[in-house]
């Protein structure tokens, strides 16, 4: 019968601890499981996490590949089709769309990051659009209806 106070681990489940560095009748002692010499049995040793042994390190064996500009721009995009939606939804009032409104309603994710307005989707309301940069369709699209673009500068 098995009663809280019987209850014992299954065995080989517990292992004893390895206590190191605890004088010899630990079964530990002496070199303290570091081996008998060389840098890593020393005290204080420290490698650098991807240090190979002298060996020439992955990061120098791997070829460079492609180039990138520290001067490109990574615009957010928003497409006409998103805009028309926020019309729709009544999400927007008096048909001004700028970074503010596009940032509460989750078109964007950076509020001061450029972003720009492209061309997918249909636009059927009139619409002030104020954005960093938009494509030729878009700016066609937006204006076809009666409404006006605006390029802010970086």
Do not use: C
Not at 80 to 101: F, H, P, R, T, W
Not at 122 to 141: D, I, P, R
């Amino acid at each position: 019968m098995d009663i809280l106070s019987n209850l014992k681990p299954a065995k080989g489940s517990n292992k004893k601890v390895k206590r190191i560095g605890r004088g010899e009748g630990s079964g530990h002692g002496g070199t303290a499981t570091r081996g008998e010499n060389g840098q890593r049995s020393r005290a204080g040793a420290k490698y650098k996490v991807w240090f190979e042994g002298g060996q020439m390190p992955l990061q120098r064996r791997v070829p460079k590949r492609g180039f990138k500009s520290p001067f490109r721009v990574e615009y957010q995009i928003v497409n006409v089709g998103s805009l028309q939606k926020l019309i729709d939804d009544k999400k927007v009032e008096d048909g001004i769309i700028n970074a503010v409104s596009l940032f509460k309603n989750g078109l964007i994710s950076k509020a001061n990051a450029p972003f720009k307005i492209l061309g997918n989707g249909e636009l059927t309301s009139k619409l002030n659009v104020e954005a960093h940069k938009f494509s030729a369709s878009a700016k066609q699209k937006i204006e076809a209806v009666g409404g006006t673009t605006k390029e802010i500068k970086l």
